[in-house]
C-alpha cells in the first residue's frame, strides 16, 4: 500500500470510529461488518450467481452503481446521518472527474469498488472487440477509483495487467451483470470478487422517490427481509429515497451489514432450492437490443426510461 493510501484508510477508520461512537439509539447504524475474502475468486449475489453473502434475518447490504456524482454527496449525508456505511461501485471515468467525491466516499468509512471505466453501453459481454477490449476498460477503470478514491500512486508506471495492481477493494460489479466466462477466470485468477447483488430497487426507471421506496420495502419483504441491495447514485429520485429507506428500515427493525475487503474466500451461502439466474432471463431478452447497440459503442448505462403508466 502506498503512502497516500495508507494515510487514507488510516483517516477513514478514524472517521469510521468516530461516528459508530456518536451514533445513538435514534439512529439506523451499522450492525456488523463482514470481511469478504476473494482469494481464488468470488462469485455472489443471488440474482446472478447460485451463492450469496450470509445474512440473518432483517439484515440488509447496501450497495450503489454509478458514481460518483451530483447526486452522491446527498446519500453521503444520509448515510453519515444515520452511521450507515455502504459500498459504491464507481465507474472509472467519473472518479476521474470528481476525485473529491469518490475521495470522500473512502474518508467516511464506506468501501469503494470497481465497475468499469467507461460503463460501456452494450455491456462487457458484447463490447466491440471482445474480451481484450473489456478487460483495458476493467483496468482502466481499476486504476482510476484506486488513484481518486485511495490516493494510490504510480511512479513506475501505470499497471499494465491486473496481476500488477494492488487494490484496496477487490471487488468487482459487471455493468448490467452481464459477464463472460473469460473475465470470470480472469478474476478468480487474481483475486478478484464478482459482486452481483440479492435484489435491486430497479431505479433505472424513472420514478418517485415514494415509488421507489414502496418498491424496495416490497422486494424486501418478499426475499425474505434480507439480502444485499443496489442502488444507483447518479439518479436523483433514489438520492431523494436514501433518507426515507433509511428511516423505514429502521422503523422496521433491519439492520445494516457493512462489507469490506479480507482474507481467505467468502463467506457465502448457497443459493435457495429451485434457484435461476434471474440475470441471464432478463439479458436474454435485451440480447437483441444489445447486439445492437454494440455496432456503435457508447459509454455509460443506458438512457433511463419514464415508469410505465398504471
Not at 452481464?178 to 435491486?200: E, K, M, S, Y
Not at 422496521?252 to 479480507?262: D, Q
Request: with cysteine; charged share 20%.
Amino acid at each position: 500500500m502506498r503512502i497516500a493510501g495508507a494515510l487514507i484508510a488510516l483517516l477513514a477508520g478514524l472517521g469510521g470510529a468516530a461516528a459508530a461512537a456518536e451514533c445513538g439509539p435514534d439512529k439506523l447504524g451499522t450492525s456488523r461488518i463482514v470481511s469478504v475474502g476473494t482469494q481464488g475468486g468470488l462469485e455472489v449475489g443471488l440474482k446472478t450467481y447460485p451463492r450469496t453473502i450470509p445474512l440473518a434475518d432483517h439484515e440488509v447490504i447496501l450497495t450503489f452503481d454509478d458514481g460518483p456524482a451530483a447526486t452522491t454527496p446527498a446519500i453521503l449525508k444520509a448515510l453519515a446521518d444515520q452511521c450507515v456505511r455502504a459500498t459504491f461501485f464507481d465507474i472509472g471515468r467519473n472518479a476521474d472527474g470528481m476525485p473529491e467525491i469518490a475521495r470522500q466516499e473512502v474518508l467516511e468509512g464506506h468501501t469503494v469498488a470497481h465497475h468499469t471505466w467507461s460503463h460501456p453501453q452494450p455491456t462487457l459481454r458484447y463490447l466491440p472487440g471482445g474480451d481484450a477490449a473489456a478487460r483495458a476498460d476493467v483496468l482502466r477503470g481499476m486504476i482510476s477509483v484506486e488513484k481518486a478514491a485511495y490516493g494510490q500512486t504510480f511512479p513506475e508506471g501505470e499497471p499494465k495487467d491486473l496481476k500488477d495492481l494492488k487494490l484496496h477493494a477487490p471487488f468487482f460489479r459487471f455493468p448490467g451483470f452481464a459477464d463472460t466466462q473469460d473475465l470470470r477466470d480472469w478474476f478468480a485468477a487474481n483475486n478478484v470478487g464478482i459482486f452481483g447483488v440479492d435484489l435491486w430497487a430497479s431505479d433505472w426507471i424513472q420514478m418517485t422517490p415514494e415509488e421507489e421506496l414502496k418498491l424496495v420495502m416490497g422486494r424486501l419483504e418478499k426475499n425474505g427481509h434480507k439480502g444485499m441491495l443496489l442502488m444507483h447514485d447518479n439518479h436523483p429520485w433514489t438520492a431523494e429515497m436514501v433518507p426515507m429507506l433509511l428511516s423505514e428500515l429502521k422503523a422496521k427493525g433491519y439492520r445494516i451489514v457493512h462489507m469490506v475487503a479480507g482474507p481467505g474466500n467468502g463467506p457465502t451461502v448457497p443459493a435457495p432450492q429451485g434457484w435461476f439466474s434471474e440475470t441471464e432471463r432478463v439479458i436474454g431478452a435485451l440480447k437483441p437490443r444489445l447486439e445492437k447497440s454494440a455496432v456503435k459503442v457508447g459509454p455509460g448505462p443506458f438512457p433511463v426510461k419514464p415508469a410505465p403508466v398504471e
